[in-house]
T-cell receptor, first 116, second 114 residues
Framework: EAGVAQSPRYKIIEKRQSVAFWCNPI?????LYWYQQILGQGPKLLIQ????????DSQLPKDRFSAERLKGVDSTLKIQPAKLEDSAVYLC??????????????FGPGTRLTVL | AQSVTQPDIHITVSEGASLELRCNYS??????LFWYVQSPGQGLQLLLK??????LVQGIKGFEAEFKRSQSSFNLRKPSVHWSDAAEYFC????????????FGSGTRLSIRP
């Protein structure tokens, strides 16, 4: 089965510009996650979707970050405007089921964002 | 709130030597515990997980981890490393009440000496 797909793989922008990342989860997976991984740190959850609804966005900087999963399949994460500290790898993951019970997450290769 | 500490930022071992990566967690009860591996340019892959039961957990690629409640530790081990094991390793924890919300440690980078 195909894995989690992400694009682009790399993106370089200047501060105050906008950027969008795309994620296509594994077919049939109801849950989708976006993580931010800053260099030298572990991934940090930004937002979790269950189908097209948001389950947890408590760590999403909502003044500049937004995410959507309109049809409950693929998802986009947007940053507007970008800051230098947004330079990171943005990882998308998906899982079969949802709710609070354990749900193995399968990760995509990530998008490496550099903000100059 | 739960947290994870990986005290070693970078470890180098010789090919064929044994490996132990350290992980300590902070949580009021026994959490769910995980080890992930991240190879350059690739996403994270689950190596193994502990929920309950036998404290020695076997994973993929010949890895194992041992849960020690008294030490709040979940160290990862491998008896003989291969050059292909060079990667970043992340220990992670999740609360039983919100098992889908995984908290990652800062990672340990493993280098293999030929």
């Amino acid at each position: 089965e195909a894995g989690v797909a992400q694009s682009p793989r790399y993106k370089i922008i200047e501060k105050r510009q906008s950027v969008a990342f795309w994620c296509n989860p594994i077919s049939g997976h109801a849950t989708l996650y976006w993580y931010q991984q800053i260099l030298g740190q572990g991934p940090k959850l930004l937002i979790q979707f269950q189908n097209n609804g948001v389950v947890d966005d408590s760590q999403l900087p909502k003044d500049r970050f937004s995410a959507e999963r309109l049809k409950g399949v693929d998802s986009t994460l947007k940053i507007q405007p970008a800051k230098l500290e947004d330079s990171a790898v943005y990882l998308c993951a998906s899982g079969k089921s949802g709710g609070s019970s354990y749900n193995e997450q399968f990760f995509g290769p990530g998008t490496r964002l550099t903000v100059l | 709130a739960q947290s994870v500490t990986q005290p070693d930022i970078h470890i180098t071992v010789s090919e064929g030597a044994s490996l132990e990566l350290r992980c300590n967690y902070s949580y009021g009860a026994t959490p769910y515990l995980f080890w992930y591996v991240q190879s350059p340019g690739q996403g994270l892959q689950l190596l193994l997980k502990y929920f309950s039961g036998d404290t020695l957990v076997q994973g993929i690629k010949g890895f194992e981890a041992e849960f020690k409640r008294s030490q709040s530790s979940f160290n990862l081990r491998k008896p003989s490393v291969h050059w292909s094991d060079a990667a970043e390793y992340f220990c992670a924890v999740a609360a039983l009440s919100s098992a889908s919300k995984i908290i990652f440690g800062s990672g340990t980078r493993l280098s293999i000496r030929p």
